[in-house]
């Protein structure tokens, strides 16, 4: 029962490894107040309304995992040249898991100031670094909610409260981030269906104390002909371990547990004839924790080497993604050490998190798209293998535009992998078909 109890505590980072690889990098780009003279407001958003449905483990047949009804709405104000706001705001009602909510959520609400050649940006934002497409390891600011069903897996991130700057000189761009409140990536506790005598506790997160803040840094050097940059982190991991409680008050009291990193980065995009390539590879460095659970992982590198190139309406990309986990040797919760009982289980269950299940990975992603019928149609298969465990996703999907800001989607999400990985673990728990209908304004 353990097992399944953590599958599902589990169940909202178990689509990490394949999320984070098809997340499209964001347009990062400062709003160009100057090129917005005599804007006062712009309103505009959407309305939509989508459904997941699959099969739940133990049952036959297809369920309706997730539905929901979204309105979002984006309001960009302008006074003067030398700043301007921007805020979205989404009202939802979703279903999940038999469990009806509704949650008004600021996804983003900052202000901008242009004072010379510095842009200074406050208040809740979403950042997203790296050059490669979608899996971004130098990626370190934004947290992730997996509860979020979407086909747009952008929609998977969460805003944070920042101080973010850019100093520009020449061809180069510096940019500064403070985070002085940890905002972690969501774990599912609150959808968990608990054994008896197991309960969670209150989260090991760090409180607001100035020394608890983070900083990232960034250099970016941009030319038309070769993009690139570098990258340092210094706070809190996203992604928290999970350890437990086994005193004899508790019982068996499982909670998530925060630990500083450093992440040193750096990534480029260039042009090889027709060919588009594109890299980045971030060394992380963790320390601190409680060693006993395994809840802090182990130094790694990680790098992405891609390809992409347009034959007229149909596009391709492919990535070549590589991992080494440092001092892999008597790892605890992988193979090389097995174990039984609760504490074995959630030291395994941290190493699937962490994907540190083996000492190197090689795993292959693939993006082919095209666009069809005068560009109302559009199709793409999203794609990853892991050779080295076994795991694979795949994500087809189509939008069609019959008329303008009318986009209907469907597709379906699909994770597979042997019984001790993570994919294998999750695969009919996540696993689904999707269809969405959206209309902007």
Known sequence: MLKRMLMILILITAPLFGQGL????????????????????????????????GARPGRSGLEAKYSAAENALKLRARKGDLGDAFAELRLSEHFLDGNTRVDVDIREAYVNLYPGNIDLRIGEQIVVWGRADGFNPTNTVTPMNMLVFSPDNDDRRESNFLLRSFWSLSDFRLEAIWVPVYRPSTLAFEHAELPRGVSIGKSDDPDARLSNGAVALKLNYE??????????????????????????????RISQVAYRIQILGADFSTSLGRYGLRGEFALSLPKGGDPAWGAVPNSQLE??????REFG???LILQYIGKHVFDFDGLPGTASEPEQGIPGEIRLWNRLLASQTKEWAHSLSFRPSCSLLHQTLSCEILGLVNFTTGEAFLKPQASLCPVDDLTVTAGFQWYSGPDDTLFGRIDKSVSAFFLEIKTSF
């Open 223 to 252: 030319k038309p002909a070769f993009d690139g940059s570098l990258s340092y982190f210094n706070g809190h991991a996203l992604m928290p371990g999970i350890q437990a409680d086994l005193s004899e008050a508790a019982g068996c």
């Open 313 to 315: 309406d149909f596009s």
């Open 303 to 308: 790098g992405v080497v891609g390809l992409d």
């Open 22 to 53: 098809f997340e499209g990098a964001l347009d990062e780009e400062i709003f160009d107040a100057k090129s917005a003279a005599g804007l006062k407001f712009e309103l505009n958003g959407y309305v939509r309304s989508g459904i997941f449905m």
